[in-house]
């Protein structure tokens, strides 16, 4: 797949006002994309709980778990409504949350390559990933490019309008937080590919390999 980087539409799940935000508008904009923000509710004040339980200890999903899930679920839902509405003749994605900081400042041409061997089949691609070692488990497609097989994290990533429908068709129960949801519930039933190593992170953040 060719992908122009600065041209694709890209979201960013994002506290609306804070400084986080008004630090990845200046970030993502010094490598040539803009940024829409997609808004969800203020944990602090939502109101929002769920019945179901995240753990065999029966601990509940705290507020601010479900928050941002239903953030990215809002931008499932966008897209899905931007591509059927016709607003958009666009149907690859880019998702950033606002913490997102990239391993290397080539990283767009890292992507370019490894998007170059990309299959046709592909739903989500993991920019940003944890969690996703052993790399045995997983199946190599060519250069950094591997079929995931398990993974984690949604700081930076590609979503087409298929993939998008998908991720809102299998995370209907708000059970778990959304990266942990999309890896049980969405991966053994989606094509989700990653880039290993990962070429984004998370600012002041230590994730798993």
């Keep these: 797949m060719i992908l122009n980087i600065e041209s694709t539409p890209s979201f960013m799940v994002s506290k609306p006002g804070g400084e986080k935000e008004r630090r990845c508008f200046s970030y993502m904009a010094a490598f040539g994309i803009k940024v829409v ?24 999903v705290n507020a601010k778990t479900i928050t941002a899930g239903l953030s990215h679920f809002n931008v499932w839902a966008s897209i899905k409504w931007m591509v059927e509405s016709a607003i958009t003749p ?20 890292k992507l370019a390559e490894n998007l170059e061997v990309l299959p046709s ?29 398990h993974g984690m994290c949604t700081h930076c990533y590609l979503v087409n309008y298929e993939g998008a429908c998908k991720l809102l ?24 590919y990653g880039i290993l190593p990962r070429l984004a992170t998370q600012e002041n953040s230590n994730l798993h390999p």
């Design 121 to 149: 089949d592909w739903h989500v691609v993991y920019i940003g990933s944890c969690c996703t070692d052993d790399v045995s488990y997983h199946k190599h497609v060519g250069a950094n490019l591997y079929k995931l097989h």
């Design 90 to 109: 666009h149907r690859v994605f880019l998702v950033v949350e606002d913490d997102v900081e990239f391993t290397c400042n080539d990283w767009k041409q």
């Design 169 to 192: 068709e299998t995370n209907q129960k708000v059970w778990a937080p959304i990266d942990v949801q999309m890896a049980l519930d969405s991966i053994p039933r989606m094509n989700f």
């Design 37 to 60: 923000p997609i808004y969800g509710f203020r944990a602090h004040n939502c109101g929002i709980s769920t019945d179901y339980y995240k753990s065999r200890d029966m601990e509940k």
